[in-house]
C-alpha cells in the first residue's frame, strides 16, 4: 500500500505461492504411510490456504478503489 497497486501484484502472485505453501505445510507435518490421508491433507491445507487469501486479497482490492488514505492505513495496520 505504499506504493499504488503494488500490494494489488503481490496478491496476485500469491493467489498461486500461498495454496502451494499450505498444502506442502499440511502435508509436511503428516506421517507418510497412508497416501489417501496425505492427498486429503493436502488438498484441505491448500484449500484453507486459498480461502484465507482470497478474503485478504478481496479485503485489499476494495480498499484500493477509495480515494481516501485513512482506510489503507487501517487496513494495512490489520494486516
Known sequence: DKVMWLDSIWDAVHSFVRPIGGAMLALAILDPADPA????A?????GATLASHVGKAGTRAMVNTSPEPVSNVVISTAE
Open 37 to 40: 490421508t496425505q492427498v486429503i
Open 42 to 46: 493436502f488438498l484441505l491445507g491448500g
